[in-house]
C-alpha cells in the first residue's frame, strides 16, 4: 500500500515569497489533516478536511495560509506571503474516516521549510 | 481538548524494557488515548492505542491506570531504532492535540 505522498521535500524562499505543498494522501482515505512542525516542537495541527470540505480550520492563520482538497483527493497548502516564522516542517496526514476515536493517522515525510 | 504531560527525555540501554509515562488527568470518559512516534526527519507513525484495558501489539504494549489519568509505554527490549519522540496524545471524533513528546535515547 502506497503511503501519504508529499512534494516538494524541502523549499527555501525568502520573506514575502509565496509556497506551495502538495499531498497525495492513502488511497480511499476520506480525511486529510496538516500539520505545521517547528523545530523541537510536536505537530500542531493546522487544517483538517473531511473529503473536500473543511471540518477544523480554527488554528490556520487565514491572512496567509490557504488550503483547499479539490475533488476530495489531493491537497494543497499554500502560505502568500512568507514570513520567517513559518520555517518549519509540514506534515501532511491521512486517515480513513472522521469522528472515529480510534481512527489510525498515516503521516507523509513532510516538507521542510526555510524562509530566509 | 485534555492535554497530555510527558518528560522531556529518557535514557535506555540497547535490549533493556522502556517505560514510557504520561499523565492526562483530565481524560473524559470518551478520549482514546494513542501513542504515536516520530523518527528523525520523518513523519509520526502510529504505535498503539486505547481505552480501558491494557492493549499489546508487534510494537509495544500500552499499560492504561484504572482511573485512566495516566498511562505507559512499554517497549520490551529497546534497539537502536527506537530512538525517536514518542507522543502520547488523546483523540475524540477525529480531533487530537500533539505535545512535546519524550525523546527516547538507546544508548549501545
Known amino acids: 500500500e502506497a503511503g501519504v505522498a508529499q512534494s516538494p521535500r524541502y523549499k527555501i524562499i525568502e520573506k514575502r515569497q509565496s509556497v506551495a505543498f502538495w499531498c497525495n494522501p492513502i488511497?480511499?482515505?476520506?480525511?486529510l489533516y496538516w500539520y505545521q512542525q517547528i523545530l523541537g516542537q510536536g505537530p500542531k495541527l493546522l487544517i483538517q478536511f473531511q473529503n473536500n470540505g473543511v471540518v477544523d480550520d480554527s488554528q490556520l492563520p487565514k491572512d496567509r495560509f490557504s488550503a483547499e482538497r479539490l475533488k476530495g483527493v489531493d491537497s494543497t497548502l499554500k502560505i502568500q506571503p512568507a514570513k520567517l516564522e513559518d520555517s518549519a516542517v509540514y506534515l501532511c496526514?491521512?486517515?480513513?474516516?472522521?469522528?472515529?476515536?480510534?481512527?489510525?493517522?498515516?503521516f507523509g515525510p513532510g516538507t521542510r521549510l526555510t524562509v530566509l | 481538548d485534555a492535554k497530555t504531560t510527558q518528560p522531556n527525555s529518557m535514557e535506555s540501554n540497547e535490549e533493556e524494557p522502556v517505560h514510557l509515562p504520561c499523565n492526562h488527568s483530565?481524560?473524559?470518559?470518551?478520549?482514546?488515548i494513542h501513542w504515536y512516534r516520530q523518527l528523525p526527519s520523518q513523519g509520526p507513525e502510529y504505535v498503539i492505542h486505547?481505552?480501558?484495558s491494557n492493549v499489546n501489539n508487534r510494537m509495544a504494549s500500552l499499560a492504561i491506570a484504572e482511573d485512566r489519568k495516566s498511562s505507559t509505554l512499554i517497549l520490551h527490549r529497546a534497539t537502536l531504532r527506537d530512538a525517536a519522540v514518542y507522543y502520547c496524545i488523546l483523540r475524540f471524533a477525529g480531533k487530537s492535540t500533539f505535545g512535546d513528546g519524550t525523546t527516547l535515547t538507546v544508548k549501545p
Open positions: 486505547g481505552l480501558t
Open positions: 496526514a491521512s486517515s480513513l474516516a472522521l469522528a472515529i476515536s480510534t481512527d489510525t493517522q498515516y
Open positions: 483530565t481524560i473524559s470518559g470518551t478520549d482514546y
Open positions: 488511497s480511499g482515505h476520506a480525511t
